[in-house]
């Protein structure tokens, strides 16, 4: 072999070395990238997750995080707060907001159907994670006292009040038998939903007629408001009583607003709360703070104004405010 040829040989040898030296350290840098890429996957991916994930997800315990769902106890038979529409969807104002809380929790408001009475026990055997169906926040629901006995009945709630309304009184329209406050019932009957405030006030009124000898006062109270509008509709009552929006809704859509008039003026306005249990703290916070934002985003105005309900409006989201 000459001296050129092993020179050449040598020179292709050193070339073949280079080769595979940058084929090596090329491969490394592939594994290095790929590397990257599964850990931005599995560890940076889940930064960019959370910077794009719901605002308040991180606010909610961790149970409700893992289910992403909050199961919510409601009786859906009280337009315009909460219904069934035609197709069978729950719709009203307490669903609209429970959509827009949702957004800023990153979680789904699953509501469950249940007769009013009924609700916060449902929350205290955990069937429910809050009740939202126009409750009042009331010092008696919050510390578990039966509002009329005035014994315990069970563990009392947090409320996290998100709307203000008061008790109206209605009847057949052109058929107000001069019926304008709750002490003009005296001798007539009434027809309500159980449980609700409108039924106290009915018992406390029943006596106050009773002792002042104008009659008694007869009292219908029935698992949901339409069947007691049902009842005064065929005229087996003679006034109706109902949360404001509900009555004022009852009257502009029974009939082609036909059916019912408004009489006299709601009274004892308290706010509506939203129930969670006492040991759930950390929900209950987690809720406030999704109202207060969709009120400071403009959402909250919205979904109220579009209901028509805006003289109830709250400007801030309080926990037990009611008395």
């Not at 840098?29 to 605002?55: I, N, Y």
């Not at 003009?184 to 007629?209: M, W």
Request: one cysteine or more.
């Amino acid at each position: 072999m000459t001296a050129s040829t092993i020179r050449r040989t040598a020179a292709a040898r050193s070339r073949l070395a280079a080769v595979s030296a940058i084929a090596v350290a090329g491969a490394l840098m592939l594994t290095g990238c790929g590397d990257q890429t599964k850990e931005g996957k599995e560890g940076g991916g889940s930064e960019s997750a959370a910077a794009t994930k719901a605002p308040l997800f991180d606010a909610l315990p961790k149970s409700i995080q893992d289910k992403g769902v909050i199961k919510v106890g409601s009786d859906i038979a009280y337009a315009p707060v909460e219904f069934k529409d035609e197709s069978g969807k729950t719709v009203g104002i307490d669903p609209d907001l429970a959509d827009a809380m949702g957004k800023q929790l990153g979680v789904k408001f699953e509501f469950e159907n249940g007769t009013f009475d009924t609700l916060l026990t449902g929350l205290r055997s955990k069937r429910y994670d809050i009740a939202m169906s126009a409750m009042t926040d009331t010092k008696d629901r919050q510390e578990g006292v039966d509002s009329e006995t005035g014994k315990k009945v069970g563990e009392g709630v947090d409320f996290v009040d998100y709307f203000t309304a008061g008790v109206s009184i209605y009847t057949k329209k052109g058929d107000t038998q001069g019926i304008e406050t709750w002490s003009d019932l005296c001798g007539k009957k009434i027809a309500l939903q159980r449980g609700t405030v409108s039924h106290d006030l009915a018992k406390a009124e029943a006596k106050k007629c009773d002792k002042a000898g104008k009659g008694k006062l007869s009292i219908e109270a029935f698992d949901n408001d339409q069947q007691a509008q049902t009842r005064l509709r065929a005229g087996g009552a003679d006034a109706g009583s109902s949360d404001f929006p509900v009555a004022a809704y009852a009257v502009k859509t029974s009939g082609g607003g036909k059916d019912f008039e408004l009489v006299g003026e709601q009274v004892e306005a308290a706010p509506y709360g939203i129930a969670v249990a006492k040991s759930n703290a950390e929900l209950r916070d987690a809720i406030q703070k999704a109202l207060d934002a969709i009120i400071k985003d403009g959402t909250y105005k919205k979904v109220i104004d579009e209901w028509g309900v805006a003289e109830g409006a709250v400007t801030e989201a309080k926990i037990n405010g009611g008395s």
